[in-house]
C-alpha cells in the first residue's frame, strides 16, 4: 500500500525535486561538460572493495551511436526517451571474463550506486534522469557487444525534462520500509 505524503522537511532539495519525466526537451543538449560531471559523479560512487564494476555506453543526439541505441528502444520508451540529450547504457561487470567466478557479488548493487550518483549530479545541473528497462535486452547486447563477464542492466534517459512532477507523487511509508520484509505479501 502506498501513502501519499508531502515530503518531509530536512532531506535534500535535489532527493526530493527528483522525478523521472515522461517527456524530454528535444532542443536541450547534454553539452560535454555536463557529460564529464555525470560520469565524475559516477565514477565516485562506493563500491565494494572498491571494486568500481561499472561502465556506460553513451548516445547524444545527432551522434551515430543515439542511432544505435533508438533501434533497439521499445515502443513505449521510445515515444519519451528518444527526445532526451543523451541515452546512457548501464552495464555491469559480474564476471572476471568468461568463468563463473564473480568479479564481485555486490556487481549490481554497485552499479546502482553510481547510477544514483548520476541521477543526484544530474539534477544538480538542472536535468532529469528516468531510468528504464523497455528496450531489447538481446538485441543491444548483441549490438554493443560487451566483453565476456560484463552484463547491461538498464538505460537513463538524461535531459531537460518539461514539466513537473505530478501533484501527489506516492511513496510508501518509512514505516513501511521498515516493516515491509516481514508484513503479509500485498
Known sequence: MRDSQD????IHPL???????????PSASVDDQALGLLLEAAR????????QPWGFFLGR????????LLSHLAPSSARWAADAGLLVVTLTRRHV??????????????????VAHLAVQAQALGLA???FRAFDLEGLTKDLDPNPG??????????KAVGEPREGRDRRSAAHLRSAPWAPAE
Open 7 to 10: 515530503t518531509p522537511g530536512g
Open 15 to 25: 532527493l526530493a525535486g527528483r522525478f523521472s519525466p515522461y517527456q524530454f526537451d
Open 44 to 51: 565516485w560512487a562506493p563500491s565494494a572493495g572498491n571494486s
Open 61 to 68: 543526439p545527432g551522434e551515430p551511436d543515439h542511432d544505435r
Open 97 to 114: 571474463d568468461a568463468t563463473p567466478l564473480l568479479y564481485s557479488e555486490f556487481a549490481d548493487y554497485d552499479l546502482g550506486q553510481a
Open 129 to 131: 534522469t528516468h531510468q
Open 150 to 159: 560484463w552484463a547491461i542492466v538498464s538505460m537513463v534517459a538524461v535531459g
